[in-house]
């Protein structure tokens, strides 16, 4: 709704300089607000807290959402969510400089999830494989480390599975993203394009738009990553990507289509990753490697999940992958369920299987 100084505004000038006013109050308040974050920091350092906070987050959100609802304001959510995340990564930083390492090259998704959620600001260590991720966590190079998990179209990422189960890092926080494609090229028309690159599912996740647009017979190389499609066709300017928004923009290449997918829901699950323990936020989600004794045995898996359903804990999500002890073919477990570590009901269970359990963390439930 338009205040009534608003509607006075009557000349493009008058227009400008009230917003300038308004900047001038919005970077004093900002300023303010990060004394407040430097004070918050100073607290956090003598008492060992994490500086990474998603239940906080995810609160202030909310409640501006609500806010802003009942002002009926001009903002939606994912605005209000694109500008406070960069608020927070800021401020973060200037608690403690973040260093994040991610399944890289450079504009990649996961390079996009990371940077939705740390910012423009943050240090970032893009990392040949997921297992790098682990280990730049590991050896304390990465304070924070970004993995694909699952995907909505290929299912569960396994790599990251197996290393959960054997790394001491603990899953902090998740977010679904989706997957959009970009048809990049510095081609001035379509008819001068002559080879396509992009990752080789990317030209069968685009088949339709490709046919389409009489593209489906031009040339289609496949390379290792979509950030690699975007560096080739930077470099050629008879060619176009199949990539990420963000490779686009990174690598100079001017976008002529966007959400080029067939399947137009994909999306993909991320984990970050840390060394530390959230605090319960009443909204969250816990994952755990059960290796359950005795797996071939008859009703084994059943009576572990019947304890679950006694404790009243409601499971998202189960996952057997081969068990890495050499004993055979057996399997181990990976289960996701509604709840955090330190809820009682949760405790009832998981006491029980003290040794055939692993944590792997709890963490705020995130957005589809």
Same mark, same amino acid.
């Given at each position: 709704?338009?205040?009534? &100084? ?6 493009? %000038?008058?227009? $400008? *300089? ?7 109050? #919005? !970077? /004093? ?112 190079? &990465? ?6 998990? %699952?995907?909505? $179209? *290929? ?7 197996? #290393? !959960? /189960? ?134 084994? !898996? ?67």
């Amino acid at each position: 709704m338009k205040s009534e &100084a608003i509607q006075a505004l009557d000349t493009l %000038e008058a227009c $400008r *300089d009230a917003i300038d006013a308004i900047d001038t109050q #919005l !970077l /004093a308040l900002i300023n303010e607000r990060m004394a407040v974050v430097e004070r918050v920091g100073e607290i956090k350092n003598e008492s060992g807290a994490p500086i990474y906070r998603p239940e906080r987050e995810r609160a202030i959100l909310k409640r501006l959402e609500t806010l802003n609802t009942e002002q009926k304001g001009l903002l939606n959510a994912g605005a209000i969510e694109a500008i406070f995340l960069e608020i927070f990564a800021v401020a973060r930083n200037l608690e403690l400089p973040e260093r994040i390492a991610y399944l890289g090259p450079e504009g990649t998704f996961t390079h996009q999830a990371a940077e939705s959620r740390f910012g423009a600001m943050s240090e970032y260590l893009p990392m040949g494989t997921i297992s790098g991720v682990f280990k730049a966590l590991e050896s304390g190079r &990465a304070k924070f480390g970004v993995v694909p998990i %699952e995907s909505r $179209r *290929d299912g569960v990422v396994g790599e990251t599975l197996d #290393l !959960l /189960a054997a790394s001491p890092v603990k899953i902090v926080a998740e977010l679904y993203m989706p997957i959009h494609m970009t048809f990049a090229t510095k081609a001035p028309h379509l008819d001068g394009i002559k080879r396509i690159y992009s990752k080789d599912k990317g030209f069968g996740q685009c088949r339709a738009f490709l046919e389409e647009h009489g593209l489906h017979n031009v040339e289609q190389i496949p390379v290792d990553s979509t950030a690699k499609a975007a560096i080739l066709a930077a470099k050629d300017p008879e060619a176009a990507a199949i990539c990420s928004h963000i490779a686009a923009k990174l690598y100079g290449v001017p976008m002529l289509f966007e959400n080029i997918e067939d399947v137009t829901d994909n999306a993909t699950r991320f984990f970050i990753l840390s060394d530390f323990k959230n605090v319960p936020s009443g909204h969250d989600k816990t994952s755990i490697l059960a290796k359950l004794k005795k797996t071939t045995q008859a009703g084994v !898996l059943v009576h572990f999940l019947h304890d679950f359903d006694k404790a009243k804990i409601n499971l998202s999500k189960i996952e057997s992958r081969p068990a890495k002890n050499g004993a055979g073919f057996g399997y181990w477990f990976f289960i996701d369920f509604y709840g955090h570590i330190d809820d009682k009901n949760v405790q009832r269970v998981l006491k029980k299987y003290t040794e055939e359990v692993t944590w792997l963390g709890s963490y705020v439930e995130g957005e589809q």
